[in-house]
């Protein structure tokens, strides 16, 4: 028995992300849901799904749709996303779920660039925001760094010490 190639070309990935990007402007919002996770499958880290992703989550205001772009950044990876995903935390008025959502992706992306954002955030939450919201953050930390350090106070130091440390 043939075995059938699953893995569409690149033209045809290509094609079908360009289809789901269009299909972020439906105006059904559990239809523009599906075709975020999708696109979050199928596109790759370049700028147009990247930015198409981004600016859906910033206009979200369901947060069912966040959280599936927030999903597909992180599956999808890449500079535009990891932006998207540190701007959104840096939102004032974000659900604490769709917070925990971002620092999550963040973790599974394990960018040492997001380290300095991170704290600064972990601060911030530690002061006035949502225990679990902080949780997250120490586990992205953690998850990137693979380091035991509790509290943003005692992140800052750590971090300070690797930068001496890489002089």
Known sequence: MREVERTPSAAARAALAAALRAGLADRVPKKVARAARALGRVGDAGEADGEALAKLLARAREQPLALAAVEALGALG??????????QLRRAAVAPEVAVACAQALARAGDADDLDDLIDLLERAEKRGPPEFAAALEDALRAITGQEVQGGRMWRAWRRAQRRAAR
Do not use: D, F, N
């Not at 890449?78 to 701007?87: D, K, P, T, W």
């Open 78 to 87: 890449g500079e535009a996303a990891r932006a998207a995903l540190v701007a």
